[in-house]
C-alpha cells in the first residue's frame, strides 16, 4: 500500500493552475471530479465501501457502515492558485491511516464503525459558499438558496449539481448520513505558523474564528475613458478602490487583532478606454468574536457609503457566507491530548468543514506543520517526515476514539 507521501505524489499534477503556479480545482468541476474518482479508486483498492450521496459527499466504510461512526476527511477543491496540501493532505492522510491501522492490526479491535469522507466545495470557491458540502448535510444553508448559487459564468448549482449526478430535488439536510456520525476528525496542514519552532509536526485544534464574506457593488456612470470629464464622473473604480486603501485603518480603528481581505474584484463592463459602470468586490473578515465581525463590517460599510455618496456612486452590500466561531468539542480534545500529549492545541483562522459539523456532532482537527506557514498559496508546504508524522497520529487518535485496545 502506497504512503502518504506517494498517495499525494499521485495527484501533484491533477488541477493545476494553468494561469500559473498553484492548483484551480473548483467544486463540482471535472478536476474536483478526478481527484474524487482517485480517491474512490484508492478506496475500493483497500477494499472500502464506497457511496457518494445526495450532496456529492463521497463516503468510504472502513467497517460495515453502523451508526456512532467515527469519520475522518477532509476536502479536494481548491481556491484559485491554491498549494498543494490544504483539504488533499487530510484526505490522503485518511487513507494511510486505514493502511496503518490495517498493517498493525488495530482494525480488528475496533469497537465503532470507523469512515472515510470527502467534501465538495469547501472552499467556496465557484458557488461563494465556504463548505457547502457540510452545510448542506447539516441543513445550514436551505436547499433552495443553494441551488440557487451561481457560479463566475452564471451557472446555477442546480444546473452544475444535474450535470454531475445529483438530483437537485434531493440535496439537502440528510438526518440518516449526520446520525450515523459520533465523532469527525479532520487532519489538515497547518494554515499559518503556530508549529514553526516548537519542535512539535501536530497541534491539535481548539476553535475556528468567525469568518464570513460579503460582496459589495459599486454601481457608478459607464462613460467614454476620453470625453467625459475628471469632474464629470461617476466611477465605481475610483470608489471601490478608495473603499479598498480605507481598509487597513477601519480594521485597526475596530480591533487590530481582526483581518480583513479583498481578494476578488470584478469590473463590468472591463474595457481599457471604458469607464466602468460597476465594481464588485468581495470583502473577507474574520475575528475570534463575532461581534467584533460585525462591528468590522459595519464600519467599512459606512466608510463605503461615505465614499459613494462623495463620488456619486451607489453602494449595495450583501452577504454571501457565513461562519459562526467555533469552539471544538472539549471532551473529544481531551481524549485527543491523551494521544498525543506533545501535541500544542493551536486556534484556526482558517475554515474548514469540522467547524460546520462541529455544530451536530463532536469534531476535533488535528493540524500538520506547514514549515513556510503560508496558504491559499503555492508557497504552502508540508515535509514528508510531517506528513507521516500526521498519520501516526492520524491513526492513533482514531484507534482511541473508535475503541482499539492499544491505540499507539
Ligand atoms: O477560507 C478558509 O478559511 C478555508 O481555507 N476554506
Ligand atoms: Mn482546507
Ligand atoms: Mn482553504
Not at 494554515?191 to 459589495?216: C, E, K, N, T, Y
Not at 480591533?255 to 464588485?280: C, E, Q, Y
Not at 467599512?300 to 455618496?309: D, L, N, S, V
Not at 514528508?384 to 500526521?390: C, F, S, V
Amino acid at each position: 500500500m502506497s504512503d502518504v507521501v506517494s498517495l499525494l505524489n499521485d495527484i501533484r499534477d491533477v488541477g493545476r493552475d494553468p494561469r500559473g503556479p498553484g492548483y484551480m480545482r473548483p467544486g463540482f468541476s471535472s478536476t474536483e471530479l478526478n481527484l474524487r474518482e482517485w480517491f474512490v479508486g484508492e478506496a475500493q483498492a483497500r477494499g472500502l465501501d464506497v457511496e457518494i450521496d445526495h450532496n456529492g459527499i463521497t463516503w468510504a466504510w472502513v467497517t460495515a457502515p453502523g451508526e456512532n461512526a467515527v469519520v475522518t476527511g477532509s476536502h479536494l477543491d481548491s481556491v484559485p492558485g491554491g498549494g498543494e496540501f490544504d483539504g488533499p493532505l487530510g484526505v490522503a492522510s485518511a487513507l494511510a491511516a486505514v493502511d496503518q491501522l490495517k498493517a498493525d492490526g488495530r482494525l480488528e479491535q475496533l469497537n465503532r464503525p470507523l469512515a472515510l469522507a470527502v467534501f465538495p466545495e469547501e472552499e467556496g470557491s465557484r458557488f461563494g459558499v465556504a463548505c457547502l458540502g457540510s452545510r448542506l448535510i447539516t441543513g445550514v444553508i436551505e436547499p433552495d438558496r443553494a441551488l440557487g448559487l451561481k457560479d463566475a459564468e452564471g451557472r446555477t448549482f442546480a444546473e452544475v449539481a444535474s450535470e454531475v449526478g445529483l438530483n437537485p430535488d434531493l440535496v439537502g439536510k440528510d438526518k440518516e448520513r449526520l446520525s450515523r456520525i459520533g465523532s469527525f476528525l479532520e487532519l489538515h496542514v497547518e494554515q499559518g505558523v503556530g508549529l514553526i519552532d516548537i519542535g512539535q509536526p501536530v497541534a491539535i485544534g481548539s476553535s475556528i474564528v468567525g469568518h464570513g464574506r460579503w460582496r459589495f457593488t459599486f454601481a457608478g456612470q459607464g462613460n467614454h475613458a476620453g470625453t467625459t470629464p475628471m469632474t464629470k464622473r461617476a466611477d465605481p473604480v475610483v470608489a471601490g478602490s478608495q473603499v479598498i486603501g480605507a481598509i487597513p485603518a477601519v480594521v485597526a480603528g475596530v480591533d487590530g487583532k481582526a483581518v480583513a481581505t479583498v481578494g476578488r474584484t470584478i469590473l463590468h463592463p472591463g474595457g481599457t478606454n471604458v469607464i466602468a459602470s460597476s465594481m464588485d468586490f468581495w470583502l473577507d473578515i474574520r475575528h475570534p468574536d463575532d461581534g467584533v465581525v460585525g462591528a468590522v463590517l459595519r464600519a467599512i460599510t459606512q466608510r463605503a457609503q461615505e465614499i459613494g455618496h462623495d463620488l456619486g456612486v451607489e453602494v449595495t452590500v450583501s452577504q454571501e457566507s457565513y461562519s459562526a466561531t467555533t469552539h471544538f468539542n472539549s471532551a473529544f480534545n481531551q481524549r485527543l491530548q491523551g494521544v498525543l500529549p506533545e501535541a500544542p492545541i493551536l486556534d484556526s483562522g482558517a475554515g474548514h468543514d469540522a467547524g460546520i459539523l462541529a455544530g451536530f456532532v463532536p469534531s476535533a482537527m488535528l493540524f500538520v506543520r506547514n514549515p513556510t506557514g503560508v496558504s491559499h498559496a503555492p508557497e504552502e508546504a508540508c515535509e514528508e517526515d510531517d506528513q507521516r508524522a500526521g498519520v501516526k497520529a492520524l491513526a492513533d487518535a482514531l484507534a482511541m476514539e473508535a475503541g482499539a485496545v492499544s491505540y499507539t
